[in-house]
């Protein structure tokens, strides 16, 4: 058309101008090939466009053929080129580029996709993230609680067992493992709950799982249909309430008091729960035990009514006044309890063996469901913990962490009772790896954990474990992985932190 500017010419691309360099330590044909898709990639070689064959490109480059088939070859394993019968090698007319959209460094992926949909109860994620995220990663500051002392752990003692398994290893341990558990480690357990914890079990009762919190997740796989109601403490432990939640549980939360769960409120419920969750040695942030008339009037109601109770028994062995309490577990007729504990808190966290005790009859429902979720727990672990128990270590280990965590509540205690007079009240507790610090008057939530994260301090709210608005509110202070020194210092930081508040 008359007054249309010329079509700009598009450049293209001459074979004769590849250039081999045979000194470059690179070979010829990776050259000859970055060259050619350069060209493709740059529209200078266009989707179908014919290439001179291999033995005509090597005289003109005057190099061996096998550079130039190789070449060939690699851009046509990569979907640049294509050999066609009788036409030869040509273009691809559909390239890489265009078939998978990869995008390049520093660019986004485009969204194409509706969003994953999530369930009711994923939806909630986020409202934990911060919490999993603050007590899992990053250095372990006072006060973060949940953590037991891993720098007094003999490392070196556990390191040597696991050499010593190792260097006797069978091939048993190789093997696919039972999914019930290590057998003589499920021995051990049995021995140790029976002769510590009051326990009266039969080493074929005891299921080894990933710590409590699967422990807890096979209960609910198994015991739980849609629809179902559950009992929880209220405070209580919110990831346990999640997982009755995933199975389709109605949460009913039960106030606790001094002496526990208060089973007056828990009899109100109606209709009666098929399962009730507590953690009777210590309760659930807020640390008392619960009282034998309670445990009494628990198993009472429970066989009035026959419900389960799970009891979690996350740190009962940890008791500073008197001997450690016995089991609710022991307490009650056969197969109304279900108990379930943890190694994690006992030894060091990144070990994720756990068990429950069941009744004989529900063992092999309980073995297939952990065959199905994930097999079983490595049996290089369960044979050296079983080791560990067998030998006595455990048992001496436990009784040192028990003195060790006195004497750093004490310090915690007297700190608190020194330096934070109107912010926080530390009363001590008889047992635990934590304390509560009940907020003094006109000292707010929000207020005490801005300045706690200003000083570098970890406080959590028990708030977040509570379904009630609680009538005084209060933080968890961990004590146990914190040295003497440390505490003090902590304490004196959070001190002079909120004085200096504007």
């Not at 500051?141 to 040597?160: I, N, V």
């Not at 019930?180 to 080894?208: F, K, M, N």
């Not at 006109?442 to 005490?448: D, P, R």
């Not at 930081?493 to 200096?500: D, P, T, V, W």
């Amino acid at each position: 058309m008359a007054g249309s500017p010329p079509r700009r010419a598009r450049r293209r691309f001459s074979l004769g101008s590849l250039s081999l360099d045979r000194r470059a330590t690179e070979p010829l044909y990776r050259q000859l090939e970055d060259q050619i898709r350069g060209a493709i990639r740059g529209s200078q070689l266009l989707p179908g466009e014919g290439l001179p064959s291999t033995r005509q490109l090597a005289r003109d480059l005057g190099v061996a053929r096998n550079t130039t088939k190789n070449a060939y070859n690699q851009l046509i394993v990569e979907g640049y080129l294509v050999s066609v019968t009788g036409s030869g090698t040509r273009v691809a007319q559909d390239l890489p580029e265009d078939l998978l959209q990869v995008p390049g460094r520093g660019q986004a992926f485009v969204r194409t996709l509706s969003p994953v949909p999530l369930s009711r109860i994923a939806k909630r994620s986020p409202a934990l993230s911060s919490w999993i995220q603050g007590n899992v990663s990053g250095p372990v500051r006072p006060f973060r609680p949940h953590t037991p002392a891993s720098d007094a752990f003999p490392r070196e003692l556990w390191a040597q067992l696991t050499a010593r398994r190792i260097r006797r290893m069978s091939r048993s341990l190789l093997e696919r493992g039972d999914p019930r558990g290590y057998r003589p480690l499920r021995e051990a357990v049995a021995g140790y709950l029976g002769t510590t914890r009051g326990v009266a079990c039969d080493p074929g009762q005891v299921v080894i799982a990933a710590g409590a919190q699967q422990a807890i997740e096979l209960v609910c796989k198994l015991l739980i249909e849609p629809g179902d109601r559950v009992c929880m403490e209220d405070p209580g432990y919110t990831p346990a309430s999640l997982l009755f939640e995933l199975a389709g549980a109605e949460i009913v939360p039960v106030p606790v008091d001094d002496e526990g769960l208060e089973v007056a409120k828990l009899k109100q419920v109606r209709p009666a729960p098929k399962l009730v969750y507590v953690t009777p040695s210590s309760q659930f942030p807020l640390g008392m035990p619960m009282s034998l008339p309670r445990r009494l009037a628990l198993i009472e109601w429970a066989e009035g009514c026959g419900a389960v109770i799970l009891e979690d028994d996350y740190n009962g062995e940890y008791r500073y006044a008197g001997r450690p309490l016995p089991a609710l577990h022991g307490l009650a007729p056969a197969g109304r309890v279900l108990y379930a504990g943890s190694f994690s808190k006992l030894l060091f966290p990144a070990l994720r063996i756990g068990y429950l005790v069941v009744p004989q009859e529900v063992v092999d429902a309980f073995a297939a469901m952990r065959w199905l979720i994930d097999r079983h727990s490595p049996p290089l672990e369960q044979a050296v913990l079983a080791d560990f128990i067998e030998e006595g270590h455990f048992a001496r280990h436990v009784r040192r962490m028990r003195t060790l965590y006195a004497e750093r509540q004490g310090a915690l205690v007297e700190a608190a009772a020194r330096d934070l007079g109107g912010l926080l009240e530390v009363p001590a507790a008889d047992s635990g790896m934590h304390l509560i610090g009940w907020l003094g008057e006109g000292v707010t939530e929000e207020s005490l954990l801005q300045v706690a994260a200003s000083a570098g301090i970890d406080l959590t709210p028990t708030s977040r474990f509570s379904v009630r608005e609680p009538v005084r509110p209060s933080v968890i202070l961990g004590y146990a992985p914190f040295s003497e020194r440390q505490i003090h210092q902590a304490v004196r930081a959070l001190a002079r932190a909120y004085e200096g508040r504007t």
